[in-house]
């Protein structure tokens, strides 16, 4: 008996709207069918019509977790078209935030899949410790989510001395607590259970469906925009980049428990390497011309593409969040798994979903590969007589 | 005189103290413990202790919804099933009702009605209740809650009951009142010994018994829809499971059930393996035991998934019950000879 | 097993809670938080720089009759600082206030109204006086370096830009003009 379980467009589990039909036999999933579009915000089209400076805050607000790397990504990228380089003192600041940012969205990301696994307990230490990180966030640049940190030619905001000791006297408390959650997660024989084995991605798959990021590097993928193109800093700092390769959900969770390693230790080198100098450099004008920029959010590559045309107002901004990449190869993943694990392996991704609303998705089902012609959908839709 | 007497203290018993209202108060504050406690290991505050009533009273308080294609009788009678069985249980418990010790234990005028086996019934009324709800809802996460509660039923109840034929076989008895008066005479089953059992045989004899224990607890943890067997509520898979279409009165009523069966089952296991007590206190005191290592269990540790449940009644819960039932009567017969 | 989970609980337990009834104990912001803007009416100079620069477009200019009602609303307020950063009379500065829910919907608003000069010649409005005074008092050396009489200046600035453009030939103001010019 097939019956059809719907996960979303409002769910406990979803933090946003998205649409996971799954057909089942039992509690095994034996299609899935993926639905975006319950949350565009036309954010592409309100950029058209605000000025370069304005649009800072509104990209700002694509993501509400990866904030940091939206502006990031935006403000390299108009740089690039107005042919400015920041000072190198904002470069480190930036990695700063960035890396903050990451282990906060990492922090984040493992408190829900202990959440969804219903392990609340870790949940709740998790987010206690990740407590430390919004704090520094909010001191360093003056809000918990959005940062409004960078800003075309630099940061905003520079740090003290002051700060500097308070953030290296945090990541220690963070790494110490962080240490203890990780022996926590490894040593349970339920979460194990739970995660081990679970939502396989194959490396195949995994090229085929182009994912990035950490769910990439979970498939034996090395690939880190980071390393791969490195920008701001990141040339000049001492990190690893962080691969496995089964492509499970323990996978994913251990990519993302490293790579928390890898950015405290980031967040301490880039305080120690931190050059003197300004903070900005000033941008007067925008010529015409077009660019392309992209950067590595804690959920992967990000891109954006900007099109000047000599006025303050852009004519075309695209952004291609990396959740867009990851969320069609939850399918695969799906298929054959029960419904439990249905929340867990969809979440694995680390689906930012607001993020991605900016294009419709055309899934065709695996056997049935039709694709609909315009006379079609109109008589679908009621607009024509057949 | 006399029986009019009976009646009417029967009604006290059954309505205030210590059924009804009382072992009410009494769960409202496990459940709350269980909350506070989780809360604070959880280092958040936690509620205040007048949550669980809170709760309640806005429930009652508030609109009932019935959704148009859920089955209506069955909708309605779901809550009401689960209700009837935990109310009864509790009736047909023998909960000591004096405050001091005494010598011979007061328990319930109604007790005497019924035996073991018709409490393991009514206790799985509550669930049959769950099961109910969640089908006669028409919603697919009422559907999944439901099988998976039959499923969680299906694969604890075995252990449950052969943690109770281990307990039956010592006792010699049928009857939960008897036990009661058994164990308040010779100390409560989990340590006490037989005539002619010699030291070796006694501790083995107690690893046994230790062994029908745990699997109970186990059994009672899936009762009560507890980590790592909160499977049938899971909610971040299908929301509030079976209860997920219940609203207002028929969810308050709901709650008053769940309230209750954080006193009848720990009552239940204490009756059955720690009991004896001729005063309440020591009763509710060892009550209060039980449900600390429920609660404690439930706060660290996930939740498996249902075939995982499944196969860890199976092979563990069983396994650790059988053995306990198995040496327990091979102890039994090499002093009694039975 | 768990013995790390079992430690970390038995610690949180004997540790104080780490939340905190927040409506009901206050929870301050952090030194540099970005909360609500707050305008200094003695400051504003009237000047729109952060109408201009907002980038929720929060802040509204309306001119009406002589005055200037420079209106911040609340509801729209992203707190990204911008106003605070652009604003030359440093009127505009962000609290740290982030409670601001309130049941009236007039609460999320802040005016501030400047007087706006009118021509001498035509009458019209057309600038804030702050903002002309500010601006005077930044020439102010420069006159003095070009040996200008400031109130002669002023009477040239005090004329609007419509009716400048008429009386472009008025002798002494053209030459002012071109003496700055250099």
Redesign the interface.
């Known amino acids: 008996m097939a019956?059809?379980?719907?996960i979303g467009p409002y769910?406990?589990?979803l933090k946003e709207p998205i649409f996971l039909k799954l057909e089942v036999e039992g509690?095994r999933i034996k299609d899935a069918d993926i639905k975006l579009g319950y949350h565009h915000r036309g954010i592409e089209y309100l950029a058209m019509r605000?000025t370069y400076?304005?649009?800072?805050?509104?990209f700002e607000?694509v993501c509400g977790i990866c904030s940091d790397a939206h502006t990031t990504c935006y403000c390299q990228t108009v740089e690039d078209v107005a042919g400015v380089t920041p000072p190198e003192r904002a470069l480190f600041l930036r990695v700063l935030v960035a890396e903050l940012e990451r282990i906060h969205s990492h922090l984040l990301w493992l408190g829900v899949a202990?959440?969804?696994?219903?392990?609340?307990?870790?949940f709740?230490?998790i987010w206690?410790d990740r407590?430390y990180v919004q704090?520094l966030l909010?001191?360093i640049t003056?809000?918990r989510v959005?940062y409004?940190y960078n800003t075309i030619g630099g940061v905003?905001?520079d740090v003290d001395e002051k700060t500097i000791r308070l953030v290296k006297k945090y990541m220690d408390t963070i790494k110490n607590a962080f240490d203890?959650t990780v022996?926590?997660i490894l040593?349970?024989?339920?979460?194990e259970?739970?995660v081990k084995g679970v939502g396989v991605l194959t490396h195949e798959e995994a090229k085929r469906y182009g994912v990035v990021g950490p769910t990439a590097r979970a498939s034996r993928i090395a690939s880190d925009i980071r390393k791969d193109d490195p920008y701001a800093a990141y040339d000049r700092l001492d990190w690893e980049m962080i691969v496995f390769d089964e492509g499970d959900v323990l996978a994913k969770t251990l990519v993302r428990v490293y790579e928390v390693y890898e950015s405290i230790k980031m967040v301490n080198e880039s305080l120690e390497k931190l050059p003197p100098g300004p903070i900005v450099t000033e941008v007067s004008r925008f010529p015409p011309g077009e660019a392309f920029g992209r950067v590595e959010a804690p959920r992967g590559e990000l891109v954006y593409y900007i099109k000047s045309n000599g006025t303050n107002v852009p004519e075309r901004v695209k952004v291609r969040t990396p959740s867009f990449m990851n969320i069609a190869s939850v399918k695969p993943m799906l298929l054959e798994e029960?419904?439990?694990?249905?929340?867990?392996i969809f979440a694995s991704v680390d689906p930012c979903v607001a993020c991605t609303e900016r294009v419709i998705i055309v899934d065709s089902r695996t056997n049935e590969k039709k694709i609909m012609t315009f006379n079609e959908f109109m008589i679908r839709y009621g607009r024509k007589r057949k | 005189m006399t029986d009019v007497m009976e009646v009417i203290l029967a009604i006290i018993y059954a309505a205030l103290y210590p059924g009804g209202l009382f072992a009410f108060f009494m769960g409202a504050m496990f459940l709350w413990s269980y909350r506070k406690l989780r809360a604070r290991m959880q280092s958040r505050v936690g509620p205040p202790w007048y949550q669980v009533f809170a709760d309640i009273v806005k429930l009652f308080n508030k609109e009932t919804i019935i959704p148009k294609v859920a089955h209506r009788t069955l909708f309605v009678l779901a809550p009401i099933i689960a209700l009837t069985g935990c109310v009864t249980a509790l009736w047909l418990l023998p909960i000591p009702a004096h405050v001091l010790p005494t010598a011979e234990p007061l328990v319930s005028p109604l007790a005497f009605w019924a035996d073991i086996i018709v409490i393991l019934y009514l206790l799985a009324l509550i669930e049959v209740g769950e099961i109910v709800a969640g089908a006669s809802s028409a919603s697919p996460y009422g559907a999944v809650g439901a099988s998976r509660r039959v499923n969680l039923l299906l694969s604890s109840e075995l252990p449950f009951a052969v943690s109770i034929v281990g307990v039956v076989i010592f006792m010699k008895t049928l009857s939960v009142n008897e036990m009661m008066v058994k164990q308040a005479k010779e100390g409560p089953f989990l340590i006490t010994s037989v005539e002619g059992l010699d030291p070796m045989l006694y501790v083995l004899s107690v690893v046994f018994r230790i062994c029908l224990f745990i699997s109970f607890l186990l059994c009672v943890l899936a009762k009560m829809g507890k980590r790592p067997f909160d499977i049938p509520e899971a909610e971040c898979e299908i929301l509030a499971g079976p209860l997920t279409e219940y609203s207002g009165k028929l969810l308050g009523l709901f709650e008053v059930t769940n309230a209750l069966k954080w006193f009848v089952l720990p009552a239940f296991t204490v009756i059955l393996f720690i009991g004896g007590d001729t005063s309440i206190i020591t009763f509710l005191i060892k009550c209060f035991v039980i449900v600390l290592i429920l609660a404690y269990i439930d706060i660290i540790n996930p939740r498996y998934r249902i075939d995982q449940a499944y196969k860890f009644f199976m092979k563990v819960a069983l396994l650790l019950s059988l053995v306990g039932l198995v040496g327990e009567m091979l102890v039994l017969y090499a002093v009694v000879g039975v | 097993m768990k013995e790390r989970t079992i430690i970390e609980t038995i610690k949180a337990l004997f540790k104080r809670p780490f939340t905190i009834k927040y409506p009901y104990e206050p929870s301050p912001a952090p030194e540099g938080f970005r909360g609500k803007p707050e305008v200094d009416p003695e400051k504003c100079i009237g000047c729109g720089a952060c109408a201009r620069v907002c980038s929720a477009e929060g802040i509204t200019i309306e001119d009406k009759g002589a005055e200037r009602t420079i209106s911040y609303f609340y509801g729209k307020c992203t707190f990204c600082a911008r106003c605070e950063e652009v604003c030359p009379a440093e009127a505009v500065k962000l609290s740290r206030e982030f409670e601001l829910s309130d049941y009236d919907k007039s609460a999320f608003y802040v005016k501030v109204t400047v007087p706006l000069l009118t021509c001498r010649i035509c009458g019209a409005p057309f600038v804030p006086k702050p903002q002309l005074e500010m601006g005077l008092e930044k020439v102010a050396d420069l006159l003095k370096k070009y040996n200008i009489d400031i109130e002669k200046f002023r009477q040239i600035v005090e004329v609007c830009p419509n009716c400048r453009r008429k009386i472009e030939n008025i002798e002494a103001g053209r030459k002012i003009l071109m003496v700055m010019m250099k």
């Open positions: 019956a059809t379980i719907p769910h406990v589990a509690e605000r400076w304005q649009n800072i805050f509104l607000r202990m959440h969804i696994i219903g392990f609340d307990t870790l709740m230490q206690r407590e704090d909010e001191i003056g809000n959005n409004a905003r905001r203890k022996e926590a040593q349970d024989p339920v979460i259970a739970r029960t419904i439990a694990d249905a929340p867990l």
